[in-house]
């Protein structure tokens, strides 16, 4: 069996670098069926900002493989 999956919280690009974030509805309407609401997008608590959760993720990516490419570096470096 495998172990637990690891989970990150998202971060906004804002200045406050938050992680809290709320859903953001269109509110549709069909004279004959009613309203309903559908998800469309998410807003940074902090800034207020709908956020590009795509790009978020992108840039979390981005700073693993930068971070990886550190140790490698330092390992090369320090290598005997």
């Known amino acids: 069996m495998s172990g637990p999956v690891e989970t990150k919280d998202l971060v906004c690009p804002c200045s406050r ?3 809290h974030f709320l859903r953001v509805f269109k509110l ?3 004279p004959n ?3 309903r609401e559908e998800p469309s997008a998410w807003q940074c608590v902090a ?3 709908q956020v590009d959760t795509q790009a978020m993720i992108r840039q979390d990516y981005v700073r693993r493989k930068e971070a990886e ?3 490698l570096q330092s390992e090369v470096e320090h290598a005997p």
Request: glycine share 14%; with cysteine; hydrophobic share 35%.
């Open 17 to 19: 670098r938050t992680v």
């Open 28 to 30: 549709r309407y069909h």
């Open 33 to 35: 069926m009613g309203m």
């Open 47 to 49: 800034c207020g900002e």
């Open 69 to 71: 490419l550190a140790e």
